[in-house]
């Protein structure tokens, strides 16, 4: 079961299901001033394959895993 906070993470998702953010943009837009916690939960979030994470260059690029049945539970 996923905390209020990743949920959050979640509904970001849920308006634009095609959109990709990055681990700062995440931070900015839930207004959460910890990166190490929004950080800790995108990586938890990728290990149950709800987001799908990519590095480009120096950033970590999330996108929604719309493959997986979980997903679909929580949007």
Do not use: H, P
């Not at 990709?20 to 979030?45: A, C, F, G, P, Q």
């Amino acid at each position: 079961m996923l905390t209020e906070k990743e949920l959050r993470v979640i509904e970001l998702y849920r308006k634009n299901v095609f959109a990709s953010y990055t681990i700062r943009e995440i931070m900015k837009k839930i207004n959460t001033k910890s990166y190490n916690w929004i950080y800790n939960t995108v990586k938890k979030l990728e290990k149950e394959n709800i987001l799908r994470c990519d590095v480009k260059g120096k950033s970590t690029v999330c996108f929604i895993n719309l493959d997986e049945q979980k997903t679909l539970m929580y949007l």
